[in-house]
């Protein structure tokens, strides 16, 4: 037999936002754990806002185009169609670009 309980809805609201809260620091902590990098929020907004992860990235590393190409071995252009999304860039560009930034291709997608 399944028991009910009654609750408020402003009671039902403050248990979800705890739940979302605790699931927020959950993940924070298996981040810290694995030895995940940190990104200052601002970095983070832009991407969530939709700005191209390439850009964000060589941004927050303090790299222009330029630099990145030259780090990377990837044509400034390829690195500018991306950033602008006109282009996606191969699997192997994309794993150049990832390494000379520290970070994985997933990170770029």
Do not use: C, F, H, W
């Amino acid at each position: 037999m399944t028991e009910m309980i009654t609750i408020p809805r402003a009671e039902y609201e403050r248990l979800r936002e705890a739940a979302e809260d605790l699931a927020d620091l959950e993940a924070y902590d298996r981040a810290v754990a694995a030895g995940g990098e940190s990104m200052p929020a601002e970095y983070v907004k832009r991407m969530i806002g939709g700005e191209s992860p390439l850009r964000v990235y060589r941004e927050y590393r303090g790299l222009t185009q330029a630099a990145l190409a030259e780090r990377s071995e990837v044509n400034r252009v390829q690195i500018a169609d991306i950033e602008a999304g006109r282009k996606t860039g191969s699997v192997a560009t994309l794993g150049k670009l990832a390494t000379a930034l520290g970070v994985t291709i997933d990170d770029l997608a």
